[in-house]
């Protein structure tokens, strides 16, 4: 174990840690106790902490570190541009060279009449703009009726409120008054969980149809949009079978309704296209992009609009704005970001090369005893962990403690997977070679054979009834 000697020691920084640092998404007392882990520096897919432990980063950071780390053009863009002009607004009449030059870029990425991009500073903060756009956009056309956004339980699309509420989790919205009113949310595609007796292709058509029928039941005249990830991220990798996404397409095209395409996590290569909605065949009209669109490298994100929606924004003032809209740092980073994954044809290496290979090594999960089903589109994949495969059965125990004590199990073997309830997770970085997947591959199957043990012996083997 190599130990690197230019900080505190551990258990210093984890007490201090624990003192002043809040942490996102977390019960703060359990991890005080236990002391967090220090990650204090990674190239290529491989994180380092303070006890010298190298680990495989199987989540990219958090979805979005997609060309790995340790980029040294990333590094001296930024320095080059902190240098020139390190902040900059565009709010009154001014503009600056790396808004201007990654809109461009942007739009030329984007499908269709995508062609126009507003910023913000986070995924988050994209789909608040998107929220106040779309309403804003209904009331332009003299249609301020249309409000109300569908969307989807236990989708993602953020932790502000008005994201968190557009979001379907309901441990989000069980703390400080969510969701705001008139977004209301439809049933999630996840045959493994919700199928009952179904074939994925009926609940796949089933589930599409709950769109109709809310839109129906709320009336088209009060309907804004409808939002969704191509493939849920952060609610558990759930690929939906194939007969969703025609069907959702068929209904978004006969109702006046916009479509916005979350492509957080989906975009920048993730499912081997530049954007997941190319993947599902899904046409929106507006795209939400953050996490890859930098790699992660300095915190942006964007919506990407129709040239129908801009001309009609573009007749009013939208009140809507943050500091750090098209931050000139932040793009200038972004755009080197996205230069380098042409350069390097990184989302062809996703879809013709070692995404394929991930597929068939993560697929060959399933055969083990513990694992359900295991689906992959890209680099996203997730398993569903289960005590008895031919029933689909859940485990008797909270959701999440299986799935905990296996990703504990991955972090012992230094491998970074989460778990989202009982499903574990991976997004590692885009640039990842197949020896990286071999290893990843073996450390997953260790980790699960570890926590079978594990789940065994505590008396957990138990299906739900
Ligand atoms: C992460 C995520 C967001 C929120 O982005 P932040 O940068 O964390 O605000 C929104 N949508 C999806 C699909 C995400 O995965």
Redesign the pocket.
């Known amino acids: 174990m190599s130990t690197i000697s230019n900080h505190m020691p551990t258990d210093e920084l984890q007490a201090i840690d624990a003192a002043h640092h809040m942490h996102p998404f977390t019960t703060q007392n359990e991890l005080a106790e236990r002391g967090a882990r220090v990650i204090t520096r990674a190239e290529g897919v491989w994180i380092h902490d303070s006890e010298g432990n190298k680990i495989l980063d199987g989540m990219a950071g ?2 979005c570190v997609n060309i790995g780390y340790g980029r040294d053009r990333l590094a001296e863009v930024a320095a080059r541009q902190m240098k020139e002009l390190p902040y900059y607004n565009t709010f009154f009449m001014t503009t600056h060279v790396p808004a201007i030059a990654l809109s461009q870029k942007l739009s030329e990425l984007a499908p269709g009449n995508l062609n126009h991009v507003f910023y913000a500073g ?4 994209a ?1 608040d703009t998107n929220l106040r756009m779309v309403r804003t956009y209904w009331a332009e056309k003299g249609k301020p009726t249309k409000k109300i956004i569908i969307s989807r339980k236990n989708a ?4 502000t409120v008005g ?1 968190a509420s557009l979001g379907g989790m309901g441990g989000m919205h069980a703390q400080g008054g969510l969701p705001i009113p008139d977004i209301h949310h439809i049933d999630q595609p996840d045959w493994w969980t919700e199928g009952g007796d179904q074939s994925p292709e009926e609940f796949g058509l089933e589930r599409a149809r709950q769109l109709e029928q809310a839109i129906n039941d709320l009336g088209e005249d009060n309907v804004a949009a409808f939002i969704a ?1 191509p493939v849920q ?2 609610g558990g990798v759930i690929v939906p079978p194939e007969t969703y996404w025609p069907e959702i397409q068929r209904i978004c095209d006969k109702y006046e309704i916009l479509l916005i395409a ?1 492509e ?2 989906c975009g920048f290569g993730r499912t081997g296209n530049w954007f997941g909605s190319q993947t599902v065949g899904w046409k929106p009209d507006i795209m ?1 992009i ?2 890859g669109l930098s790699s992660g490298y300095q915190p942006i ?1 964007a919506s990407i609009v129709s040239d129908e929606i801009a001309e009609v924004i573009g007749g009013c003032e939208f009140n809507h704005g943050y500091t750090y809209s098209s931050h000139p740092v932040a793009a200038a980073v972004a755009l080197e970001n996205l230069n380098i994954m042409q350069e390097e044809k990184i989302v062809e290496h996703v879809r013709d090369d070692v995404g394929p290979y991930l597929k068939e090594k993560w697929q060959a999960l399933a055969d083990h005893p513990m694992v359900g089903e295991a689906n992959i589109v890209g680099m996203m994949g997730s398993i569903a962990l289960t005590p008895h495969k031919e029933s689909r059965a859940r485990f008797a125990s909270d959701a999440g403690t299986v799935g905990y004590i296996c990703r504990e199990r991955c972090f012992a073997n230094n491998l970074v997977m989460r778990h989202v309830g009982d499903r574990m997770i991976i997004s590692p970085p885009l640039v990842m070679t197949r020896d990286e997947v071999d290893t990843l591959i073996e450390r997953a199957a260790k980790s699960l054979d570890e926590g079978m043990a594990r789940i065994k012996d505590e008396g957990l083997w138990k299906p739900a009834s």
């Open positions: 958090l979805w986070s995924g988050s903060e789909n993602y699309h953020g932790s994201a990830e991220g952060a979350d957080v996590i939400t953050a996490k994100g």
